[in-house]
């Protein structure tokens, strides 16, 4: 069955440091997509990254980089250079990417981040 | 673009009225999906369709029903409200289901309590 873990229902950062958030996943399809989104207080889903279950490298969009270790099922992700900004829930969430799932997202129940100055 | 638009922003329902969550997409994607968020948790599927005409049930359909007759409209039906209902609604659309640079984007959300 596919599922999505988050152990840390709360983290703090030092501004200007580095974290990670954690999740692990689960399913039996070979060709799925992983995402972290971010949700700050104000309640709107920004997308944050992406990792194919193919893809070679861990993927990075500017500050953010995913983690990606298949064997252990696992999509951390990391921020570098932590801003009061950073505060926000992000919640990671799995794409089965076969026609028959219909592209749905399965998530995590997210991780509170708190930047402090 | 406006990218995906919802309306209501907010509502109040009593207990056993109805109503209609619009959704509406102006990317010309293929894929619509409806979520909702209970406080503290992360989303869940309520439905979703690969294209008009065509929807399907996912992880937490009671309650609801949905519609797709044009590419850009995706309506979630809420029939004889209940305060189980009292939730965040996000509607959400993607090109395709697959592959890098086609991620989900969401709309603002619903806010919707059931007294």
């Known amino acids: 069955a596919q599922k999505i873990t988050q152990t840390q229902p709360g983290m703090f950062v030092q501004e200007k440091e580095a974290v990670t958030l954690d999740c692990t996943y689960d399913?039996?399809?070979?060709?799925?997509?992983l995402f972290w989104y971010k949700q700050p207080s104000s309640g709107e889903m920004i997308f944050l990254i992406y990792?194919?279950?193919?893809?070679?490298q861990n993927a990075t969009e500017g500050r953010y980089s995913l983690n990606f270790q298949k064997a252990r099922k696992s999509a951390n992700l990391v921020i570098s250079a932590s801003q009061l900004g950073d505060s926000a829930m992000y919640f990671c969430?799995?794409?089965?990417?076969?026609?028959?799932?219909?592209?749905?997202?399965?998530f995590g129940q997210g991780t509170e981040l708190s930047v402090k100055p | 673009n406006a990218g995906v638009t919802q309306t209501p922003k907010f509502r109040i329902l009593k207990i056993g009225q109805s109503m209609t969550l619009q959704c509406t997409q102006d990317?010309?994607?293929?894929?619509m999906y409806w979520y909702r968020q209970d406080p503290g948790m992360g989303l869940k599927l309520i439905y979703y369709?690969?294209?008009?005409?065509?929807?399907d049930k996912g992880e937490v359909p009671n309650g609801y029903n949905v519609s797709r007759s044009t590419t850009e409209d995706f309506p979630l039906r809420l029939e004889l409200a209940a305060p189980s209902q009292t939730s965040v609604y996000f509607c959400?659309?993607?090109?395709?289901?697959?592959?890098?640079?086609?991620?989900?984007?969401f709309g603002p959300g619903t806010r919707l309590t059931v007294l």
């Open positions: 959400a659309s993607s090109y395709l289901l697959a592959g890098r640079n086609n991620e989900q984007f």
């Open positions: 399913t039996s399809d070979p060709s799925y997509g």
């Open positions: 990792q194919g279950s193919y893809d070679q």
């Open positions: 969430a799995m794409r089965e990417e076969n026609y028959n799932q219909g592209g749905k997202l399965i």
């Open positions: 990317m010309n994607h293929n894929y």
């Open positions: 369709s690969v294209g008009a005409g065509i929807t």
